[in-house]
Structure formats: structure tokens, C-alpha cells
């Protein structure tokens, strides 16, 4: 199915530990994000990559870092875990007039760190 | 700083009924307004999305209403079945096209009873 693909589904990490998340998309979208989902507090973008080569910090970009490896591909790393960061998160892609499309949203990673 | 202000944080409406959910925002250069809808388990969906030059857009049982002047926007959703139990977003950025990013409102979760 088209889509954007996340994984893994669930990660639990030690505080200090380090991962990848992966964020696939099929659709030839140019622009990704990553946010992170907190109750009560909405989705806040981390990171975000306009275009194919390009990457900007979002609302809360510290202790996070991404690769944007090609069109398809949009990876977010944590480099040295924090409690802080135990959160659900999004990658999405669009593409053409957001008014009729909107973003894509993955289905979400749950990580927990402790 | 939260840009975009969303009221109530939780609604519990009886099947038939009216929900109302209402957004606040700050940035007088945001000029696309989308909802998103969110199913547990699920990356957000699109719902509906207007722009600041309409007072009011309908899509079946949905609509949006618009108050430039205020800075303020809702979602109604009339006649409203126990399907639509889910967390709803509002959402606003400056343009709708590729690269633009969203700012998401803190999420409204509604729960409609049979």
C-alpha cells in the first residue's frame, strides 16, 4: 500500500543509548517531517527537509539529528537517549497543494526511554 | 510558545448531538488552517482545511468556521456518531504548498456516545 512507512513500532532504550528511527515514503513527496506526539501538548515538528538535500530544525530540534538520504528517505537519530525524549513519533511527507492533500502521516513509533 | 491554542482538551457528546471544538491562533502570517483527525493506533489524517479567504467551508457533516478578525477558527461536527470518537487537531501554517510546516494545536479528544 502507498503510504509512509515507520520503523520499528516500539523501542525501548536505555537512558545513554542511542537509534534510528527510518521513515520510508512511496509516493515521490518531496517534503518530510518528524514530530513528536505528547499528551496535551499536540504534535511539535523536530526536524523537517523542504527538498531532497535539504534539512531545518523545527520547534524541538535538541538532542535529535536527521539524515535525509534520498527522495524516499527520511531518518531521525537520537544520539545519547533522555527520559525526555519517551515519546510516540510521526514521520509525514507532502507534496502538491496541502489544502486538497494534506500531510501523510506513518503510523508512529512509540519509544520509551528509562 | 504555543502558536495555536486548541479548547476543550477532552468532549463527550451523545450520538446526534453537536461537537464544537475551537482554535486561537497567534501568527497573523498563518494562512492555511487544516483539521486532522486521529484514530488510536494511527498517524493523523486529514479532515478538512480552509484558507483565510472563506468564513466557513462544509464537507458532509464537517465545518469549518473562520473568524479572521479574531484570529480564531472551529470545527463542528453535526449529527455526530460513535465513528467519530477520535483526537482531533487543528493545525495552521504561512502558505500550502510543498515545505510548508504546520503547527499544531494541543489535540481535543472527543468521545461520542451511543
Known amino acids: 500500500n502507498a503510504g509512509v512507512t515507520q520503523t520499528p513500532k516500539f523501542q525501548v532504550l536505555k537512558t545513554g543509548q542511542s537509534m534510528t528511527l527510518q521513515c520510508a515514503q512511496d509516493?515521490?513527496?518531496?517534503?518530510m517531517y518528524w514530530y513528536r506526539q505528547d499528551p496535551g501538548m499536540g504534535l511539535r515538528l523536530i526536524y523537517y527537509s523542504a527538498s531532497e538535500g535539504t534539512t531545518d530544525k523545527g520547534e524541538v530540534p535538541n538532542g535529535y539529528n536527521v539524515s535525509r538520504l534520498n527522495k524516499r528517505e527520511f531518518s531521525l537519530r537520537l544520539e545519547s537517549a533522555a527520559p525526555s525524549q519517551t515519546s510516540v513519533y510521526f514521520c509525514?511527507?507532502?507534496?502538491?497543494?496541502?489544502?486538497?492533500?494534506?500531510?501523510?502521516f506513518g503510523s508512529g513509533t512509540r519509544l520509551t526511554v528509562v | 510558545q504555543q502558536q495555536v491554542k486548541q479548547s476543550p482538551q477532552s468532549l463527550i457528546v451523545q450520538k446526534g448531538g453537536i461537537s464544537i471544538i475551537n482554535c486561537a491562533y497567534e501568527n497573523t502570517a498563518f494562512d492555511y488552517f487544516p483539521w486532522y483527525q486521529q484514530f488510536p493506533g494511527k498517524g493523523p489524517a486529514l479532515l478538512i482545511a480552509i484558507r483565510p479567504d472563506v468564513s466557513e467551508k462544509k464537507e458532509g457533516r464537517f465545518t469549518i468556521s473562520f473568524n479572521k478578525s479574531a484570529k480564531q477558527f472551529s470545527l463542528h461536527i453535526m449529527d455526530s456518531q460513535p465513528g467519530d470518537s477520535a483526537t482531533y487537531f487543528c493545525a495552521a501554517s504561512v502558505g500550502e504548498t510543498s515545505g510548508s510546516r504546520l503547527t499544531f494545536g494541543e489535540g481535543t479528544q472527543l468521545t461520542v456516545n451511543p
Open positions: 509525514a511527507s507532502s507534496d502538491r497543494q496541502l489544502l486538497f492533500y494534506g500531510y501523510t
Open positions: 509516493m515521490n513527496h518531496n517534503s
